[in-house]
């Protein structure tokens, strides 16, 4: 079932939750509704729901005006954060709900309710916890009781909010790819809302990035990484160093250093800039290299698994440009691999250069 979202907006008294949000999804389609805490992610997926009312605009479910469909009638299934699984009822009694609340000219038989549960509590691998009571579970079977509920009432949409947040990370990422896989077979129009960046985009075909009420960027996985749309956008998803300075033609200009940009179009010269660099997007030079780089020291090593997370901070400061941001002590992140860390015999409260290998670019606003 594809979903238009027109022109909502919703405000809390003062407070904008949505600004004048659209957006169109596909039928099929796994959206990912990713931003921070207070962005209005939860607020739209409520307003989806019918849990919420929007101040202003339109909700179109394949086609269908929505917008003031009460929420028993939109055929959505919602799952929370929280499960809300009941906690006097078995499992089979928790998935069976749905179906028995149904008005009587819709409400499948006995029959054909122990069907529907069982065929669903195969399908989330759980079968064999049918008799269990939620307080026997764990977090991440609950979640997945909690998911085959949805399904039960066989929804037009799936809604998602925050489905994995109270669980601990290993579980987290097995359930990631267990979701994953489960849309594939069942091809439901779903929608989810996350914090959590890689969850977003190891599970979405479509992430959407919101910020105070609005909509920075929609894109796949990919683009949303390769090509961030703005330095909200860049500076939300993973770490990243950030260079404040000046444009000057292909290059920027930090202090008495110059280094050369990834934006395809140059900035006027002088225009204040601020340039955006991933921990593994910056090298390492040694102080006798030729290369210019930013003088720093080397605070921490810190090396799980086959790469090295290595803090450095600025130790340059009387050769800034006072026009720049970068005053103070700034600290930078680089990540190399442990084999290059000891090869180059890197070690903390060394002194070396750092240089940008691929800096991407905005204006400084």
Known sequence: MSIDIKNINKHFGTFTA?????????????????????????????????????????ISISGEDTTHVHVRERQVGFVFQHYALFRHMTVFENVAFGMRVKPKN??????????KVHSLLELVQLDWLADRYPSQLSGGQRQRIALARALAVEPRVLLLDEPFGALDAKVRKELRRWLRRLHDDLNVTTIFVTHDQEEALEVADRVVIMNKGNIEQTGSPEQIWEHPANPFVYGFLGNVNYFHGQATGEDISIGQHSFKHANEENFPSGTPVVGFARPHEISILGLDTQEDGLRVRIDRILSFGASSKIELSSIELSSVNPNTKLTGTQNFEVELSQLDVRARGLKEGQEVLIAPTKLKVFEQR
Do not use: M
């Open 18 to 58: 949505l600004n004048n949000v659209s957006l169109s999804i596909n039928s099929g389609e796994l959206i990912a509704l990713l931003g921070p805490s207070g962005c209005g992610k939860t607020t739209l997926l409520r307003i989806i729901a019918g849990l919420e009312s929007a101040d202003s605009g339109v």
């Open 106 to 115: 819709q409400r499948p038989s006995e029959n054909q309710i122990k069907e």
